[in-house]
Structure formats: C-alpha cells, structure tokens
C-alpha cells in the first residue's frame, strides 16, 4: 500500500513538475518540486527513501529536459540523501525550519547541477545567470516547502510503520 | 545493530550516484538515440494529452492574468500597432514586387526556393520545464512528418529548430537556447557570424564577426547561407542592438534583439526544409476514378498533395 502511495506521489510529482509548474513561473523559473517531495520523504522516513525518491523524480524529469539525463536524478537523490542525514541529528524541529530546508535543498541541489553539468559540457549552467536562477528557484522552492512537507506527510502517513520500503 | 543500517545506507548512496553517473555519460556521448531515447518518446506521448489539457486550461488564465495587470500597457501598445499595420500596409506592395525579382532571379540562378517549402502549421502547447533552457513544445510531430533538425518560423522571423519529435508532439530549440547556434548575416554591409543564445537572456550573440566589419545599431539580421546549415537563407533574425569591440582588435561582439517575441509564440510553422537539400515537397499521391454511366465510361485523375 505504502509502495503504491509513493509511486503514484511519484508520478504525480513529475506530471506537476511538466505540465504544472511550467506556467507557474517566477521570473521565468520553475521551482524543482520532485526535490521538495524528495526531501520531504527524507525527513520523514530517512535518507535512503529521500534517495531513491528523489533519483526516481530527477529521472522523470530528466526525460523532459534536453540536460543529460541521470543530472536531475543525482542532484535530488543526493541532496535528499543529505538532508536526511542531517536531519537524524536533529530532535525539534520549529515551523520555520520547512522554508529554510526547502532553500537550503535548492541551493545545494542547484549547485550540484550546475557542477555535475559543467563536468558534463552543459552549455546552460555557464555564466552568473545559473546561479541567479539558482538562487530564485531556492526562494521559489521556500515557499512551496511548507504545503509539499504538509501534503507528503499526509499522503504517506501510516499509523503501524514510519518506514518505506522500495 | 547500526552497522547494518549504516551500510544499506552507504549501499544506497552509492548505487544511486553510480547509476547517475552512468546514465550522464551514456547521454552525453550517444545521446538520446537509444533505449534511452525511445523510453523518453514514450514518456513524451503519455504526457503530451497532459500538457494539451493544463495549457488549454493554463493559457486563458494566463493571458486574462495579463489583461488584468498590464490593461493599460496593452492599450497603448494597441494603438502602436494599428499605426505600424498602417505604415506596414504601404510597404507591402513595395515588399510583393521585390520578392517576385527574387524569386526569379533565384530561378534563374538555380538556387533553392523558400517558397516552394511546404509548412506544417503547430500550436505552441508547453514551455521547457526546466531552467537551464529554451525550449517550446507543439502539438504535430511525427504523424505530419515532422523530423529532427526541421527549421521553425513565425510571422516575424525564425523561431528555432526541432530537436525531438514523437507521435502527437516535438520538441523545439528557441534561438535564445545556450546551445543555440546559427549562422547569420547582416543585410546592410553582409557580415557573417555565428548568433548564439545563452541561459535566461532574450539576446543572441555573435562573437565572430570581422574587426573590420561594418555593422551598426539597427541592422537587420538575417539567416545566412551556409551549407549544411538547418536554417534556410534569408529568414529574419532580429536587429542589432549593441556591438563592443573585443579586447585586442580580434573581431566585433554583437547583441542581437531577436525579431521573434518567445514568449509571445502560439503558432508557429515547420517548415519541411532538409539541411542542404533543400525544400521537401510532398510527392503527389495520384487517384484513380472511374465513374461508368449508361453509354459512355469516365475516368477522372486527380493529382493531390498529401503530407505523409
């Protein structure tokens, strides 16, 4: 059941991220919602769910881009693997920490892809522009944090086990 | 007890970067020919009946979201544009005339005509999901015929390239795309150079231009002739906006404002042009009918053109 919950959020996440979002724009940014869900599940169930998630997500994605494909899935599954890790130090968490992780998740996430891409000859990640459009995605991503951690926690919530398993 | 935990997740961590770093280096150096490539048509023809339904739903809001907030905007942009139609009327004619002399000096010449390309007339239906690009989708793609490397135009000039298509749809580079690059002239004092985009600037580039290249603010730009290129000759690119000297007296960097507004693009056309071919023009299907009347027997051929 918790299977097939994640795997239709999956699939709903990239149809949002490529249909959706698109023309919600914010100075013509797109904010990186796959990476949101990702870092949500890794808050909730653990850095491996957040890993796989968001390796799934990025490479749903992935397929719409014209970027190599496996960049948005490294960049998310590594960021939601971080996350949470660093959130498993963490006992309390006050409300105002969801906008801040959901920035903090765009600027790591976004610098990864920008690194990895100049690696891989992306001609787009070049020059200061990426990383305004890193920085404006962070804020965007900030505001969606709060609703994309409230909606995952319910979507997946189960009383007997916190766990995922893939 | 950790320890097992801590190497499952040590496991996944590594997994994960590793297929990552798989797939990266199988897309950039095959591309998206293979397995790969068809697993990303598919994704795009089960997503293509999405995109159609949220940007029919999508677009009204839009633009009635536009309405609301720049009403004023649009007023006067309204009447700077019923007094350009006016002015635009008088050189038409002018325009007819000129086109014709050239059309038959191409002929008389041997050269290929734009004119004779056949185009396929699409509907903007997405933007690029992502940020790191420019890229629009339609909704034709294979079923009209509609081929990687197909130039695409607007009423103002050209558009971009197509880069991908898949039954119902194809993907299409924008001009302003940092991996963008095209070769053009300007009409004034023919210069020729190579126009490239670059990440969220609405300005092309061109940084080969000859030092000693006679190039002004205002120019008009157009697609040059070069062989092999997926642009055909003489198409409108925009208008030179600025021209700085490099350092050392190398060449000229020009900024070119692309006549194309992008972000206003609903339709736009493919045209059915072969990178150094030339125009593609459908073969004609011919039918046969043969009507049979008491007394006399009459067989009617009709010759069409179908786009395959």
């Known amino acids: ?166 | 007890m950790a320890r097992p935990r801590t190497n499952r997740r040590r496991f996944v961590l590594v997994l994960v970067i590793l297929t990552s770093l798989t797939l990266i280096t199988l897309d950039s150096r095959n591309g998206r020919s293979g397995p790969l490539g068809a697993v990303g048509r598919v994704a795009h023809t089960v997503v293509s009946p999405v995109q159609h339904a949220t940007s029919a739903v999508a677009n009204p809001i839009g633009d009635w979201w536009s309405g609301l907030v720049d009403s004023g905007r649009l007023k006067k942009e309204n009447r700077k544009l019923r007094a350009e139609v006016a002015k635009l009327r008088g050189r038409e004619d002018k325009a007819r005339i000129a086109i014709e002399n050239d059309n038959e000096l191409r002929r008389f010449l041997g050269l290929d005509l734009l004119e004779s390309a056949d185009t396929i007339l699409a509907r903007v239906v997405d933007r690029n999901p992502g940020n790191f690009e420019s890229t629009i989708v339609i909704n034709r793609g294979q079923e009209h015929g509609i081929q990687k490397d197909m130039a695409v135009i607007a009423p103002d000039g050209v558009v971009g390239h197509v880069i991908e298509s898949w039954h119902g749809g194809a993907k299409v580079r924008l001009l302003t795309d940092p991996e963008s690059a095209v070769a053009v002239r300007t009409v004034e004092h023919p210069a020729t150079g190579i126009a490239q985009g670059s990440s969220h600037s609405d300005d092309l580039t061109v940084s080969d231009f000859d030092a000693k290249a006679i190039v002004a603010r205002g120019d008009h730009v157009i697609t040059a002739d070069v062989s092999n290129s997926v642009f055909p000759p003489d198409l409108e690119v925009g208008r030179v906006t600025s021209i700085k000297p490099q350092d050392a007296g190398l060449g000229l960097t020009v900024k070119i404002k692309p006549a194309v507004d992008f972000n206003e693009l609903d339709y736009v056309e493919v045209l059915r042009w072969v990178p150094g071919e030339g125009p593609v023009v459908a073969p004609p299907t011919t039918t046969t009918t043969t009507t049979t009347v008491p007394g006399a027997t009459t067989t009617t051929t009709t010759t069409t053109t179908t786009v395959p």
């Open chain 1, 1 to 166: 059941m918790r299977v097939r919950r994640t795997v239709l959020l999956l699939v709903a996440t990239v149809l949002l991220q490529v249909a959706v979002f698109n023309h919600l724009r914010v100075d013509g940014r797109v904010p990186d919602l796959g990476l949101i869900v990702a870092v949500a599940i890794a808050f909730d169930y653990g850095p491996e769910s957040g890993a796989v998630f968001g390796f799934f997500a990025g490479l749903g994605f992935d397929f719409f881009l014209e970027t190599p494909l496996g960049l948005s899935a490294l960049a998310y599954a590594l960021t939601a693997f971080g996350v949470g890790t660093l959130q498993g130090g963490v006992l309390r968490t006050p409300k105002w920490f969801t906008p801040v992780i959901g920035a903090l998740s765009g600027v790591v996430g976004g610098l990864i892809f920008i690194g990895v891409g100049l690696l891989a000859g992306v001609e787009g990640v070049h020059g200061n522009e990426a990383f305004v459009t890193v920085l404006i995605t962070s804020l965007y991503n900030a505001l969606l944090a709060p609703f994309v951690f409230m909606a995952v926690g319910r979507w997946l919530r189960d009383p007997h086990d916190r766990i995922t398993r893939f």
